[in-house]
Nanobody
Framework: QVQLQESGGGLVQTGDSLTLSCTAS?????????IGWFRQGPGKEREFLAA??????????MDEDSIQARFTISKDGAKDTVYLKVIALKPEDSANYFC????????????????????WGRGTQVTVSS
């Protein structure tokens, strides 16, 4: 069973940067995965922010200028860890950030439909003070 553990959240100020980590375990060798980052703020719907292929060569970002300009997803293959770096944080970025994983048929595949993600972490809370 795939397990995902997020870390790196906290209380920060407007304009700060954060790097969130998602470490995967229980992976099946010879299986490829797409790892995505999501967030959900209080009273808001879940947002699919970004995803990355198992090779790290393929990426997807939410089609929103603010996300594409400030969020960067990356992967450390040696550690089975995916990172989400966020710069210029704003109060509206406050949310629970969590990662999801699903299998893909090729090492460069990125899954961009959030409802197909099968494994979920519990998340790490990010609070941005104004």
């Amino acid at each position: 069973q795939v397990q995902l553990q997020e870390s790196g959240g906290g209380l920060v100020q407007t304009g700060d940067s954060l790097t969130l980590s998602c470490t995967a375990s229980g992976l099946t060798s010879s299986t490829y995965y797409s790892i995505g980052w999501f967030r959900q703020g209080p009273g808001k719907e879940r947002e699919f922010l970004a995803a990355i292929s198992w090779s790290g060569r393929g990426t997807y970002y939410m089609d929103e200028d603010s996300i594409q300009a400030r969020f960067t997803i990356s992967k450390d293959g040696a550690k089975d860890t995916v990172y989400l770096k966020v710069i210029a944080l704003k109060p509206e970025d406050s949310a629970n950030y969590f990662c999801g994983a699903t299998t893909t048929t090729n090492i460069d595949g990125v899954i961009v439909t959030d409802h197909t993600y099968k494994f979920w972490g519990r998340g790490t809370q990010v609070t941005v003070s104004s």
